[in-house]
């Protein structure tokens, strides 16, 4: 099975901070990677797919980046409602393995 | 409006059995894969399985196989997720969530989960 993992696991940031979180696989998938957003108690909500295309709806301070085996999710200006744990996913194959999560955490 | 609605939660006892249900709306049911996700308490996300409802195709992850049933019946637009025997590790909220489908530019077909229920907890105690 694809692996893949975060980093960092968790991060503190400040409101208008620019963001960076790093999604590594254990193998190459190309450009098949999503990333989510989870807040307590809710479901994940996808913001990227296909690595960089942006989700409808979804705010344009959100970006991302990568292909092969490293990929990044930027927020370029924090903003409250922001505060959450992202995961990145592989759609390189149909078990679409998550990452193990980054919780961003209010500094 | 389109939707996941997830059945409510359930309390069990270990060596019982459940089954967990996700209706769809909105959409055309049988054209779309659906996911299971669990997320145990406090801990990130696990890909459990997808079946497509239009034929009843299913694939398991590893982790999974053997352990639950997905299944789904097209007829009531509705996946289901079983156990035959709860474990107390069982214990955690359980997503459904569709599969989308897309073509973009300078990949194949490229997958991604669009839509999702609010989760099922099950808590599995004696």
């Known amino acids: 099975d694809i692996q893949m993992t975060q980093s960092p696991s968790s991060l503190s940031a400040s409101v208008g901070d620019r963001v960076t979180i790093t999604c590594r696989a254990s193998?190459?998938?190309?450009?098949?990677l999503n990333w989510y957003q989870q807040k307590p108690g809710k479901a994940p909500k996808l913001l990227i797919y296909?690595?960089?295309s942006l989700q409808s709806g979804v705010p344009s301070r959100f970006s991302g980046s990568g292909s092969g085996t490293d990929f990044t999710l930027t927020i370029s200006s924090l903003q409250p409602e922001d505060f959450a744990t992202y995961y990145c996913?592989?759609?390189?194959?149909?078990?679409?393995?998550f990452g193990q999560g980054t919780k961003l955490e209010i500094k | 409006e389109v939707q996941l609605v997830q059945s409510g939660a359930e309390v069990k006892k270990p060596g019982e059995s459940l089954k967990i249900s996700c209706k769809g709306s909105?959409?055309?049911?049988?054209?779309?894969?659906i996911g299971w996700v669990r997320q145990m308490p406090g801990k990130g996300l696990e890909w459990m399985g997808i079946?497509?409802?239009?034929?009843?195709?299913?694939r398991y992850s590893p982790s999974f196989q053997g352990q639950v049933t997905i299944s789904a019946d097209k007829s009531i637009s509705t996946a289901y997720l079983q156990w035959s025997s709860l474990k107390a590790s069982d214990t955690a909220m359980y997503y459904c969530?569709?599969?989308?489908?897309?073509?973009?530019?300078?990949?194949?077909?490229?997958?991604?989960?669009?839509?999702w229920g609010r989760g099922t907890l099950v808590t599995v105690s004696s």
């Open positions: 969530a569709r599969r989308m489908n897309r073509a973009v530019a300078g990949t194949d077909l490229v997958w991604y989960f669009d839509l």
């Open positions: 909105g959409y055309s049911f049988t054209s779309y894969w």
């Open positions: 079946i497509y409802p239009g034929d009843s195709d299913t």
């Open positions: 193998q190459s998938i190309s450009s098949y």
């Open positions: 296909a690595a960089s």
């Open positions: 996913q592989q759609s390189y194959n149909s078990r679409g393995t």
